[in-house]
């Protein structure tokens, strides 16, 4: 037997039953329905996992079963033929990629190795706040949050955060915009040769676009590499170009290689090629450009709801770190126990991917009695696990960092109560760079500046809607003074 779940209308199935908040609306049809719920959405089978319990299921005791992704467009068009890695389906081509991403891309050395570039564009941030609050502004610290996210992210994967010869900035928001609109073809397939929404038009126009982009960071690098390669053979030196190589450089010193030199089981070795790199590379900036940023606006927007828990976190930076000089990413980061809390909660209450991505199963099998097809779209709705007072108690609506005083619980991906990186083999592989971002981000704000909500505005009036898109934001942005309160 099926999931129970509600009746379906023909053709369009539940679609009707989304809004504008599907994890909401998922949510209240689960407490109707149970927490392995089958729906669906367009002509895809779905099934909707609303409890910890259930998540554990999908997503490790079966998680081979449910490790692969959907077909979409999106990742036909603007992925090269399906060559990314995060909308790739389960098989040896994904777990290559992922195996190269998680190792040289974002494993902890590399995550360490930017810590300067870090440093300097928080640096830079801190100082538009400095004076902005010396002149009495308020800021759209939304705005100013995910600009900053944004140059930490072209910078380290593309090595530059403008280029004269193009719009680099706006041909990635266009890329964003088009990824994040909701797309009927990959719910009803069989109108994707119609384009009623003119999306598979968006998708060829921007594709052109982003790999002209891509293209022409590709020959700058390598051009500095051939360049560096003559010096070295007069000099005898080796190694990159740069003091700490960008994913463009490091992806050049594996191109036209196997994907995975150790694999002997295959026949004919994947190798990597001109495609997979700019794949990879939007990748990698589609997953990092806006998720560390969003996480920091909740939390900025839960502090200032919650003077208490502001003025906690000011007193732990404050005995750690002093006032006389700023944090430190190494030395001062694992000291700050209420930081990680607060970090957590807010995570809980705002995952930035409600309902993960949609994985697809790979054979029929059984879950906790139930019949899931293969092909169906798993959806974990990891926003309402997160609210799930079973788990969290009668208070797990509330903003309440102190829950995780003398708790285990971490977001690690092996306590399914909370999961916003996901858990099991389609985990997030960035979960580190992430979380540092996030914590090193919302401990320079909270240190140096005491933060005022605009005259009038009450912190319980603080609007907290959201928006769902590639990440699931705040609506509004969030507006308010700072007062800088170091001594240097
Ligand atoms: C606060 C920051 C971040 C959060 C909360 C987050 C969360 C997530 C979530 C929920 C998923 C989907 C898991 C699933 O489908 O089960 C995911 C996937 C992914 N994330 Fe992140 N992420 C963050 C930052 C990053 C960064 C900085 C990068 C890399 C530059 C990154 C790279 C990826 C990739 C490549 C995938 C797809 C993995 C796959 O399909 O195998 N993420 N992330």
Same mark, same amino acid.
């Given at each position: 037997k099926l999931p129970p779940g509600p009746w379906s209308l023909p053709i369009i199935g539940h679609l009707h039953m989304l809004g504008n908040l599907p994890h909401r609306?998922?949510?209240?049809?689960?407490?109707?329905?149970?927490?392995?719920?089958?729906?669906?959405?367009g002509s895809i089978p779905t099934i909707v996992v609303s409890s910890p319990k259930a998540a554990k299921l999908f997503l490790k005791t079966h998680d081979a079963n449910f490790a692969s992704r959907p077909r979409y467009q999106a990742s036909e068009y603007m992925y090269y033929g399906s060559k990314g890695m995060g909308l790739a389906e389960y098989g040896p081509y994904?777990?290559?990629?992922?195996?190269?991403?998680t190792l040289q891309l974002l494993c902890p050395s590399k995550v360490e190795a930017f810590a300067p570039l870090r440093r300097e564009e928080i640096g830079l941030l801190l100082q538009a706040l400095k004076k902005a609050g010396e002149e009495g502004q308020v800021v759209d610290l939304s705005e100013m949050i995910y600009e900053m996210n944004e140059d930490i992210t072209y910078r380290m994967v593309l090595g530059c955060k403008r280029d004269d010869r193009f719009d680099l900035k706006g041909i990635i928001h266009e890329t964003v915009l088009a990824l994040a609109a909701f797309n009927l073809a990959d719910v009803l397939p069989s109108l994707g040769a119609i384009d009623i929404q003119g999306i598979t038009r968006r998708f060829k126009r921007n594709s052109k676009k982003i790999d002209q982009l891509l293209e022409t960071i590709i020959q700058?690098?390598?051009?500095?590499?051939?360049?560096?390669?003559?010096?070295?053979?007069?000099?005898?030196?080796?190694?990159?170009?740069?003091?700490?190589a960008d994913f463009v450089d490091v992806l050049l010193s594996l191109?036209?290689? %196997? /994907?995975?030199?150790?694999?002997? @089981?295959? !026949?004919? %070795? /994947?190798?990597?090629?001109?495609? @997979?790199? !700019?794949?990879?590379l939007l990748d990698m900036i589609i997953a990092a450009y806006e998720t560390s940023a969003t996480t920091v606006v909740w939390t900025l927007a839960e502090l200032l709801r919650q003077p208490r828990v502001m003025k906690n976190l000011?007193?732990?930076?404050?005995?750690?770190?002093?006032?006389?000089?700023?944090?430190?990413?190494?030395?001062?980061?694992r000291k700050l126990a209420y930081l990680n809390m607060v970090v957590n909660e807010s995570m809980r209450l705002h995952p930035i991917a409600p309902l993960l991505f949609p994985h697809e199963s790979i054979n029929d099998t059984?879950?906790?009695?139930?019949?899931?097809?293969?092909?169906?779209?798993?959806?974990?709705n990891v926003w309402s696990i997160g609210r799930d007072p079973t788990a969290w108690s009668e208070n797990a609506e509330e903003f309440y960092p102190e829950r995780f005083m003398n708790s285990n619980v971490d977001l690690l991906g092996h306590?399914?109560?909370l999961i916003p990186f996901g858990s099991g083999r389609r985990a997030c592989p960035g979960l580190q760079l992430g979380l540092i971002t996030v914590r090193l981000v919302v401990a320079h704000l909270v240190h140096c500046f005491d933060w005022e909500l605009p005259t009038g505005l009450q912190p319980q009036d603080l609007d907290m809607s959201e928006k769902f898109s590639i990440s699931m934001m705040k609506a509004n942005h969030l507006l308010a003074k700072p007062t800088y309160r170091l001594h240097m």
């Open positions: 609306s998922l949510q209240d049809l689960a407490k109707k329905y149970g927490p392995i719920m089958s729906l669906r959405l994904w777990r290559h990629t992922r195996k190269l991403c700058d690098h390598e051009q500095a590499r051939a360049a560096k390669n003559t010096r070295s053979t007069t000099t005898g030196q080796q190694g990159h170009y740069h003091e700490e191109i036209n290689k %196997p /994907l995975n030199p150790n694999d002997h @089981n295959e !026949k004919v %070795p /994947l190798i990597l090629d001109r495609e @997979n790199v !700019k794949a990879i000011q007193q732990e930076l404050e005995s750690v770190i002093g006032k006389d000089r700023m944090v430190d990413e190494f030395t001062d980061m059984t879950v906790d009695g139930y019949n899931i097809p293969k092909k169906s779209r798993i959806i974990v306590d399914f109560q």
